[in-house]
């Protein structure tokens, strides 16, 4: 991934997870901070957030590029300083993360839509609520009209539905597609 050129006005899904799959998030207060720490980060004139999850040990970001040093302007800063906020907190030290983040261009607007639905629906999957409205953690409360935020800007994905009701309709059903949406999702 470190090859990867960004593309100004091009989609990336950006991810990355704890070393040895440890969690990275360890108190209540670590999700709101990471969120603040990817608003300063992110909402610049270096991208904008699309859509979010974040998991116990990993998170999926998907971002439209404003310019090609996304990775050195938005994802190392955001990288370091959440782990070296964590390593204080914690009383540790060394790498937070498995290594550097993960980036997948998107190919175009339909893998973006699944992509959205892929990233929301990562809690349920994991069996950690039965319902994507339910995990705050993500943008899916944004998408739904659940929650009136101002980081993910849903435009990108919900105009190619004719309301947020079927775009929640779509992502219900995508939700028994696990293994095929990866297949597509993630191949090469």
Same mark, same amino acid.
């Not at 040093?69 to 938005?74: K, P, Q, R, T």
């Given at each position: 991934?470190?090859?990867?050129?960004?593309?100004?006005?091009?989609?990336?899904?950006?991810?990355?997870?704890?070393?040895?799959?440890?969690?990275?998030?360890?108190?209540?207060a670590n999700w709101g901070f990471?969120?603040?720490?990817?608003?300063?980060?992110?909402?610049?004139?270096?991208?904008?957030?699309?859509?979010?999850?974040?998991?116990?040990?990993?998170?999926?970001?998907v971002l439209q590029a404003h310019?090609?040093?996304?990775?050195?302007?938005?994802?190392?800063?955001?990288?370091?300083?959440?782990?070296?906020?964590?390593?204080?907190?914690?009383?540790?030290?060394?790498?937070? !993360?498995?290594?550097?983040?993960?980036?997948? =261009?998107? /190919?175009?607007? @339909?893998? %973006?839509? $699944?992509?959205?639905?892929?990233?929301?629906?990562?809690?349920?999957?994991?069996?950690?609520?039965?319902?994507?409205?339910?995990?705050?953690?993500?943008?899916?409360?944004?998408?739904?009209?659940?929650?009136?935020?101002?980081?993910?800007?849903?435009?990108?994905?919900?105009c190619h539905f004719s309301s947020?009701?079927?775009?929640?309709? !779509?992502?219900?059903?995508?939700?028994?597609? =696990?293994? /095929?949406?990866? @297949?597509? %999702?993630? $191949?090469?």
């Amino acid at each position: 991934m470190r090859d990867l050129v960004f593309e100004p006005g091009c989609f990336y899904h950006i991810y990355n997870r704890g070393v040895d799959r440890q969690p990275i998030f360890i108190t209540t207060a670590n999700w709101g901070f990471f969120v603040r720490r990817m608003r300063e980060h992110c909402q610049t004139s270096c991208a904008d957030v699309v859509a979010y999850c974040l998991m116990p040990n990993h998170y999926h970001l998907v971002l439209q590029a404003h310019t090609t040093a996304l990775g050195a302007s938005v994802m190392q800063p955001l990288s370091i300083s959440y782990t070296k906020a964590i390593n204080k907190q914690e009383g540790r030290v060394g790498p937070l !993360f498995q290594g550097p983040f993960c980036a997948k =261009r998107i /190919k175009d607007e @339909d893998q %973006l839509v $699944q992509l959205s639905a892929y990233v929301h629906l990562n809690p349920v999957w994991a069996g950690l609520v039965t319902h994507p409205g339910d995990w705050v953690f993500s943008s899916y409360q944004d998408y739904a009209g659940l929650r009136e935020g101002t980081l993910p800007k849903t435009e990108a994905v919900l105009c190619h539905f004719s309301s947020r009701t079927d775009y929640v309709q !779509f992502v219900t059903e995508y939700a028994p597609n =696990r293994a /095929k949406v990866r @297949d597509v %999702l993630f $191949q090469e």
